[in-house]
């Protein structure tokens, strides 16, 4: 399991994807930043990050579009599924690389909060609480991501129906205000991503949305290792 | 030792195997031949435990590739058809990672040198495997099967796509793993087989068409009394006289000439050798024979006749 996380992790930054990914939420989550607290003169970072979730889906997708589709198409797979090793641990080892990138990111862009600290006094607690949801719905949007390259070998798929997966689970929040049975009111609310992430922006630290989150990540792992196994079935 | 009993797979509705079975002892090289898409890749790829068999089993040394996968995969060096190369990286890089993923108990750096030294690969070690050459990406292929010096070593087509002096150096390895390994070859090139593998295995539309000893399907080829035969002498009694002998079934003047004399075609009865008695009628009459070869016959006519044999035999059972 070690050597594909060692693999997988070096080869986001010896192929361009990696640096562009990071360079992208970096630069848009920072454009995001002073655009929504210091231009506004506010220490209430609420704004910038509910913007950081949408920045997230692209970030998700880019990080795991290469996982598995290029493996299939290059056909090394055979190389990983022919080792001693169990098909839990290669998914387990491909998402762990995508989830150490991601955490790299969201620890780098904490540098758009000194400003914050030098020239004001922020709530460190809700930012902490932030942070470590947006560290988890990203793990939840890479699990989702993981599943979708396991579908396909080509990437590009991977990447675009990764994007309308998640774009789609942000989005339906939206509608609720339109919809008069509460039934499906109540169910979109419970599955809606953004609803429960609301929570975290207004400083309330939902330990049932972490749940949510993890169960999204297993699940998705799981389809994935399934979708493995059902492969050499078929 | 590889255990193959009864294996099915079914694609759709279309059987890739049918009832296959075959073992491979230990210290043999087993040739697996047959056509495209006769099942050689899937047989090798169930065997390595990338596809599931409908039914059947498949053990590598007793143990059993769907029972016990991990400890089963620990005992194979596999080389698929197409190598599984990361093009992306060095081939020192490469063959460290698979060292990683195999867990390979041996001193890291020897072990390196041993497999780079074995399949010539030890002066591109630093080099990018996108911008390596086919013959050498296969070689790195085969590193990367040697790696931890697997009991069971399963090559895929090992020989496709690499020049014919690489050739000669990849069938002389397969023969000295052979020593101390369980190997398995498949292939379509039938000389490579007889090259380099003490036993054969043919595998035909998922089915075992033949499976014996090198030398016995070689001894098959010699029953077969066919010989050229070149005689001085004018061309149509020459001819005649041949034909009349008894024993000979079959003469046919060949093209080709050399001064004043001609080649024939010969055919003898099954356990009838001719051509002493040939020599002795043509010294009567004063022909000397120029030069006489048998022709056996090639292993691509043994094969395609077991092939359309076994396609009769399956026919008139379902008449």
């Known amino acids: 399991m070690q050597a594909i996380y060692k693999r997988e992790l070096r080869a986001y930054f010896t192929t361009p994807i990696g640096y562009v990914t990071v360079a992208i939420f970096l630069a848009v989550s920072g454009f995001f930043f002073s655009l929504t607290t210091l231009q506004s003169q506010t220490t209430d970072v609420s704004s910038y990050f509910t913007y950081s979730l949408f920045v997230l889906v692209i970030v998700a997708a880019l990080l795991t579009m290469r996982l598995f589709a290029e493996e299939k198409k290059l056909r090394t797979e055979q190389l990983l599924l022919t080792a001693p090793i169990s098909i839990t641990s290669m998914v387990a080892a491909k998402f762990f690389a995508a989830e150490t990138v991601l955490l790299g990111m969201l620890v780098l862009s904490t540098f758009n909060l000194i400003p914050l600290y030098l020239f004001a006094a922020p709530y460190t607690a809700q930012i902490v609480g932030n942070y470590i949801a947006l560290f988890l719905v990203g793990s939840a949007f890479i699990a989702i991501g993981v599943f979708m390259s396991s579908l396909t070998e080509n990437q590009l798929a991977a990447a675009v129906a990764t994007i309308g997966a998640l774009l789609f689970l942000l989005i339906m929040g939206f509608a609720n205000q339109y919809i008069d049975l509460y039934v499906f009111r109540y169910l979109i609310n419970w599955l809606s991503v953004y609803s429960r992430y609301q929570n975290f922006t207004y400083g309330i630290f939902d330990y049932n949305a972490l749940l949510y989150y993890l169960s999204v990540c297993f699940v998705f792992l799981y389809l994935t290792v399934r979708v493995y196994e059902r492969r050499r079935w078929a | ?319």
Not at chain 2, 59 to 67: F, K, P, R, T, Y
Not at chain 2, 79 to 100: G, R
């Open chain 2, 1 to 319: 030792m590889v255990k193959i009993e009864h294996l099915v797979k079914r694609y759709g509705s279309n059987f890739a195997l049918d009832d296959v079975s075959f073992t491979v002892e230990k210290g043999e090289v087993v040739g697996f031949l047959g056509p495209n898409g006769a099942g050689k890749s899937t047989t090798m790829n169930i065997l390595t435990g990338f596809l599931s068999s409908d039914s059947g089993t498949a053990e590598i040394n007793g143990v059993d590739i769907l029972e016990h996968p991990l400890e089963a995969k620990k005992m194979v060096g596999y080389l698929p058809e197409q190598p599984p190369l990361y093009l992306d990286m060095t081939v020192e890089e490469y063959l460290n990672f698979v060292c990683d993923l195999k867990k390979c108990a041996y001193d890291r750096k020897k072990h390196l040198k041993e497999v780079c030294d074995v399949v010539r690969i030890s002066d591109v070690r630093s080099r990018v495997i996108k911008n390596l050459s086919k013959g050498y990406r296969q070689r790195v292929g085969i590193a990367q099967a040697l790696i931890g010096n697997p009991e069971v070593i399963i090559f895929d087509e090992p020989t496709v796509g690499v020049d014919p002096k690489q050739v000669i150096e990849i069938r002389n390895l397969i023969r000295n793993l052979g020593r101390e390994h369980t190997v398995i070859v498949s292939t379509h090139i039938l000389s490579e087989v007889q090259a380099t593998c003490s036993r054969i295995v043919i595998i035909n539309r998922g089915k075992i068409v033949a499976n014996e000893k090198t030398e016995e399907i070689t001894r098959t080829l010699e029953d077969n009394r066919r010989f050229k035969v070149k005689i001085a002498g004018p061309q149509g009694e020459v001819l005649d006289t041949i034909r009349q002998k008894p024993g000979m079934t079959y003469v046919e003047p060949l093209p080709e000439r050399e001064g004043d004399a001609y080649a024939f075609l010969c055919e003898s009865a099954p356990n009838t050798d001719m051509r002493k008695s040939l020599f002795y009628t043509c010294a009567e009459r004063g022909w000397p024979i120029l030069g006489l070869e048998p022709i056996g016959m090639s292993l691509e006519d043994v094969f395609i006749k077991l092939i359309d044999k076994k396609a009769e035999t399956a026919k008139k059972k379902a008449r």
